[in-house]
């Protein structure tokens, strides 16, 4: 491999390393901690905020209209002359050379338009702060705070599923597997490091989710039971409810009543669709069979769950497959109601319907009407499946992150000491190859942040623990090469012919001692939970980073030196000439 490659190789990984980490960066240190709090708050405290602050800008514009409306738009205010300057042009008006205060309040048509664009750019600015936080190095609950909550479990719910009162190991049993499901939910890919475990003596579960204080979120995967189910329409009922609810506008069932014309056996059920925040909100009220069973398929059958999307909108989806039982339940099910419709029913609201065209057989189920975030998370609760016993929540709380910020600081000094003591001890007893170590000591330590990022990790005290171990094992590397180099320095090899068999010779120990130690990572990372797997994810990371750095970009460095530099000493410390 030629060093014109070698150098292009790692020229792009901290290319892409750069790409990667600057989101980290830009979240801790750039963005204000009152951003960061609205960031993280629900999409509709999201959508109260976004709409307030909207209602303030036209209050304001309004106020300066009046007493400055010559003068020049506030820069706060900018993001308005875009759509301005459309409206002028599609209006066949001439564009106004100077942005004043009236001229931008003339290319709109009216306050409507300029609270919807004022909140547009309100929400998409936090929508973006989320994104962000979707893209760095989490800290975990001992570090940034996030949700504790507490839930029992329901033993009259378990009742009336096993139709008879459950003894204490079915109980113990259940909540076993509860946890098993909550963990799967919360943390799918081992990188949350949520903490569930069973409060002693009693029928409790705490969870704590790190740095999730999305309140209606955690609920959400706590409380989801998979509660989906196909459901045929009651297309007389609901062609006569559509007329109600156009006659008499804010009908609704629980404050009316359920109307005479609704037949038993036949019920009325929220038709919902997601505004532009996420957010669910009612479109009307249809009618259902209740009789899942009779008339629909309940969404047990269901044994695997995704997200996809369509080929020709690429709008995304959620695909379910059916076990034999209920694909053949299915395809009856759409062969003998071929024109009329069935509705998808998520947790007591219908999310989408559609009209059956022909029989779907092989179990092979699409579904539309959701955002990527909705099918995604759709797709998880029912992978996971329902829960085998109902939980109830008896407190969710926010952890504040001040108890951590010591923790932070000491893991911070740490590493910051235990490198600075490495740095300077590799440049005292190897001088200039001491240099080349503290150079791929330091891009190994960036490299590790950056793949750390990539996949959106979380950072706990047991993780600091696991960088601050690599540091240590990237030098021990470093000193085996060095003293192989010096060796055969040391017999009266040229530099050039010194580095390639020191690396040789030292290329299998390294790889031994880094790979034996990156399979008991693999292990602790598979069987390990909670803490002990963030450790073990850090190391696995760390020992790839520093073989790398010590057998790729030592090596580099040091043919640069011999062969474009020719040099013809090697600086490998004091007693060595």
């Known amino acids: 491999m030629s060093k014109r490659f070698r150098l292009l190789v790692v020229l792009a ?29 629900s999409r509709e405290q999201i959508r109260e905020h976004a709409r307030g602050q909207a209602r303030g800008t036209i209050d304001r514009l309004t106020e300066l209209a009046v007493t400055q409306g010559d003068e020049r738009l506030p820069d706060e205010y900018g993001f308005l002359i875009t759509t301005a300057r459309d409206n002028y042009r599609l209006e066949g008006r001439s564009v106004p050379s100077e942005w004043t205060i009236t001229n931008v309040l003339a290319g709109f048509r009216g306050e409507q338009e300029v609270f919807e664009v004022a909140e547009q750019h309100y929400s998409q600015r936090l929508f973006d702060l989320k994104a962000v936080q979707n893209s760095i190095i989490t800290l975990g609950l001992d570090l940034a705070g996030g949700m ?13 599923t096993l139709g008879r009162q459950p003894t204490d190991t079915e109980v113990d049993q259940a909540i076993e597997l509860a946890m098993t499901v909550l963990t799967s939910r919360i943390d799918q890919f081992g990188v949350t490091e949520p903490i569930i475990r069973r409060l002693e003596g009693t029928d409790q579960i705490l969870i704590e989710v790190p740095g999730d204080t999305d309140r209606a979120r955690v609920e959400a995967y706590l409380q989801g039971r998979g509660s989906l189910a196909f459901h045929l329409v009651d297309g007389a009922a609901t062609e006569a409810l559509i007329r109600l609810q156009q006659e008499q506008p804010g009908f609704s069932p629980q404050i009316d009543g359920v109307p005479d014309f609704v037949p038993a056996g036949t019920i009325v059920v929220p038709y919902v669709v997601p505004d532009r925040y996420g957010i669910l909100e009612l479109v009307r009220y249809i009618a259902i069979y ?34 034999r039982e209920g694909a053949e339940i299915f395809a009856t099910l759409t062969r003998q109601n071929v024109g009329e419709s069935l509705a998808i029913v998520l947790d007591g609201r219908v999310r989408t319907s559609a009209a059956i065209r022909q029989e779907i057989p092989g179990g092979q189920v699409q579904i539309t009407g959701f955002n990527q975030e909705e099918a995604r998370n759709i797709a998880t609760v ?101 003293e192989r180099i010096k060796e055969e320095y040391r017999l009266g090899k040229s530099p050039h012919a010194a580095v390639k068999a020191g690396f040789e010779k030292a290329f299998w120990t390294i790889m031994d001692a880094n790979v034996t130690t990156f399979i008991a990572a693999l292990f602790l990372s598979q069987l390990g939970a909670g803490p002990v797997q963030g450790f073990a994810v850090t190391l696995a990371v760390g020992i790839v980073s520093s073989m790398f750095t010590a057998l790729f970009l030592s090596r580099l460095i040091f043919d640069f030196g011999t062969e474009v530099l020719k040099r013809t000493k090697l600086s490998l410390g004091w007693g060595v000439r």
Do not use: C, H
Request: aromatic share 10%; no cysteine.
């Open 290 to 323: 209740e009789n899942v069973d009779q008339f629909g398929l309940p969404g047990e059958y269901i044994t695997e769950a995704q997200v996809g999307s369509e080929p020709l909108t690429n709008q995304p989806t959620a695909n379910f497959v059916l076990n």
């Open 13 to 41: 990984l901290v290319g892409v390393s750069v790409y990667f980490i600057l989101p980290t960066v830009q979240w801790y240190f750039f963005i204000p901690e009152a951003d960061k709090a609205l960031a993280a708050g």
């Open 148 to 160: 504790s909550v507490i839930v029992e479990a329901d033993r009259e719910g378990l009742r009336e």
């Open 382 to 482: 029912l992978r996971t499946a329902a829960l085998p016993v109902g939980l109830n929540i008896v407190s969710v709380d926010s952890v504040s992150a001040s108890l951590g910020a010591d923790a932070v600081q000491a893991g911070l000094r740490s590493i910051a000491l235990g490198f600075a003591l490495v740095i300077v001890f590799m440049l005292i007893y190897y001088t200039g190859a001491g240099a080349i170590a503290d150079l791929a000591l330091i891009m190994n330590l960036f490299f590790i942040v950056s793949i750390l990022s990539v996949f959106n990790l979380t950072l706990t005290l047991t993780s600091i623990a696991g960088i601050i171990l690599t540091v240590g094992m990237a030098v021990d590397a470093n000193v085996i090469i060095f």
